[in-house]
């Protein structure tokens, strides 16, 4: 069965320092792979897909980057951290998308808080 | 671009029957799919529609109308476990493999 792991569950950071989330998959390969945020009591935003090593797709400019070293990581990062990019991140996986399968599965998340 | 708009609160009974809409603007997409987050969770899949009608899971359906640009999920015999957030999410066609979410509503179930 696949699974998929996050950490750390929560996180304390002051304004400038540097971010690195990261998140892996088991038990499949060649995942699409997804950083999410979501402000408290909000929808959930896509930041990053990955498709494959190395290729990443951003959606929103901002102040975080993600890298996918190997075929089942996926890294979000920040060089410095801005209290606007405090918030619940989400990292997910696909399997191939098509037309009849478009399910996400989700870790259990980030709870980032920037002070 | 892609809009997907839902009510932000629901409150409903232990035992009734609760639809939850979801309208959008979109150019075009491939399917609708609903997510069930509890609080502090991770959100988790609930049923998809990729063709118009009704889908049909345990207590909880979905149906899709793509000529009114409309979807909704229903759940019935409603829980208390059933409180949670609900989100819509589609897939626009040309847009790769990204999933965009809907606003979510906030299910709050009572005695």
């Known amino acids: 069965s696949q699974t998929i792991h996050q950490w750390p569950a929560t996180l304390v950071q002051p304004v400038g320092s540097p971010l690195s989330l990261e998140c892996t998959v088991e038990g499949t390969s060649n995942p699409n792979l997804y950083w999410y945020r979501q402000a408290a009591g909000r929808g959930l935003q896509l930041l990053f897909y990955s498709v494959g090593i190395g290729q990443i797709s951003s959606e929103v400019p901002q102040n975080l980057s993600a890298s996918r070293p190997q075929d089942r990581q996926f890294i979000l990062s920040s060089k410095k951290l801005l209290l606007s990019d405090s918030g619940f991140y989400l990292c997910?996986?696909?399997?191939?998308?098509?037309?009849?399968?478009?399910?996400?599965?989700f870790g259990s998340g980030t709870q980032l808080s920037v002070l | 671009g892609q809009s997907l708009e839902q009510p932000s609160e629901v409150t409903a009974v232990e035992g009734a029957i609760v639809q939850i809409n979801c309208t959008y603007q979109?150019?075009?997409?491939?399917?609708l799919s609903w997510y069930q987050q509890h609080d502090g969770g991770a959100p988790t899949f609930l049923s998809y529609?990729?063709?118009?009608g009704l889908e049909e899971t345990g207590r909880f359906s979905s149906f899709l109308s793509r000529s009114d640009s409309y979807g909704y999920l229903l759940l019935q015999e409603l829980q208390m476990k059933d409180s949670a957030s609900y989100f819509c999410a589609v897939r626009p066609t040309g847009g790769g493999n990204k999933l965009t979410f809907g606003t979510g509503t906030q299910l709050k179930v009572e005695l």
């Open positions: 997910a996986w696909s399997r191939t998308v098509t037309a009849t399968n478009e399910k996400l599965f």
């Open positions: 529609n990729a063709l118009d």
């Open positions: 979109t150019s075009g997409f491939y399917g």
